[in-house]
């Protein structure tokens, strides 16, 4: 019988916000699966929260950070297959993410050709990065009838959502700091940013404005902007 491919978020950085769920499948499974580039950090994360999976098998997948459009596409068809063999083989697979399985997650792409091939799939949400900020910023994100906006800091249009009425959360926003901050000082909002870097991280920093941020900041930087 074949496997079946899990997508589980581990959510931002502390093991101690795994879900039980994901806990218990990356404690069953046979393999565990994650991005050969970056530093590993869901891995990291799910070692810290799960002792058994340190001795798991892993399969490093080469899924480059690029917008070629058919790097991207030959790097996740290749991936698909390398996990679609595993499961031919009947091992439950965990791909490890993250964050939340849902948001801004390699694993989407990589679930829907998995699928395609007939392999069954199942998504394991984990802790969105910007409920943990916000809660490391003490602060709510939203409330009563403000909108609250997630935006890909370093993509075209992000500039333009800056003026939307709400709450603006801008993800993974330290190798596009440069452009967002001068988009935001436009918009007179350097006050009215907050940010939290590696949050849940060894290497976690909270910034109260924009300006005490700007300058070097890890990929995993997520800023909160206020109305």
């Given at each position: 019988?074949?496997?079946?491919?899990?997508?589980?978020?581990?959510?931002?950085?502390?093991?101690?916000?795994?879900?039980?769920k994901?806990?218990?499948?990356?404690?069953?499974?046979?393999?565990?699966?994650f991005?050969?580039?970056?530093?590993?950090?869901?891995?990291?994360?799910?070692?810290?929260?799960?002792?058994?999976?340190?001795q798991?098998?892993?399969?490093?997948?080469e899924?480059?950070?690029?917008?070629?459009?058919?790097?991207?596409?030959?790097?996740?068809?290749?991936?698909?297959?390398?996990?679609?063999?595993?499961?031919?083989?009947?091992?439950?697979?965990?791909?490890?993410?993250?964050?939340?399985?849902?948001?801004?997650?390699?694993?989407?792409?990589?679930?829907?050709?998995?699928?395609?091939?007939g392999?069954?799939?199942?998504m394991?949400?984990?802790?969105?990065?910007?409920?943990?900020?916000?809660?490391?910023?003490?602060?709510?994100?939203?409330?009563?009838?403000?909108?609250?906006h997630?935006?890909?800091?370093?993509?075209?249009?992000?500039?333009?959502?800056?003026?939307?009425?709400?709450?603006?959360?801008?993800?993974?926003?330290?190798?596009?700091?440069?452009?967002?901050?001068?988009?935001?000082?436009?918009?007179?909002?350097?006050?009215?940013?907050?940010?939290?870097?590696?949050?849940?991280?060894?290497?976690?920093?909270?910034?109260?404005?924009?300006?005490?941020?700007?300058?070097?900041?890890?990929?995993?930087?997520?800023?909160?902007?206020?109305?």
């Open positions: 019988m074949n496997g079946k491919l899990y997508g589980v978020g581990v959510g931002p950085g502390d093991p101690e916000l795994v879900t039980l994901a806990a218990r499948l990356i404690a069953g499974c046979d393999r565990l699966a991005p050969s580039s970056g530093d590993r950090v869901a891995y990291t994360i799910a070692c810290g929260a799960v002792p058994q999976a340190a798991k098998p892993v399969l490093e997948l899924l480059p950070m690029t917008r070629d459009a058919q790097a991207l596409e030959y790097s996740r068809q290749q991936a698909a297959e390398q996990l679609a063999a595993c499961l031919e083989q009947g091992e439950q697979v965990v791909f490890l993410t993250i964050g939340d399985v849902s948001i801004y997650s390699t694993y989407t792409y990589l679930q829907t050709l998995v699928r395609r091939m392999y069954a799939v199942e394991v949400p984990g802790v969105p990065s910007f409920c943990a900020v916000a809660a490391r910023l003490g602060a709510p994100l939203v409330e009563g009838g403000t909108p609250l997630l935006l890909p800091a370093s993509y075209a249009g992000t500039e333009q959502a800056l003026d939307w009425p709400g709450t603006k959360v801008l993800m993974k926003s330290g190798r596009s700091l440069e452009q967002v901050a001068q988009a935001l000082h436009r918009r007179g909002l350097g006050d009215k940013t907050q940010a939290v870097e590696q949050c849940g991280l060894p290497g976690e920093q909270v910034y109260g404005c924009l300006e005490a941020l700007e300058g070097q900041a890890h990929y995993l930087t997520t800023l909160v902007v206020t109305d």
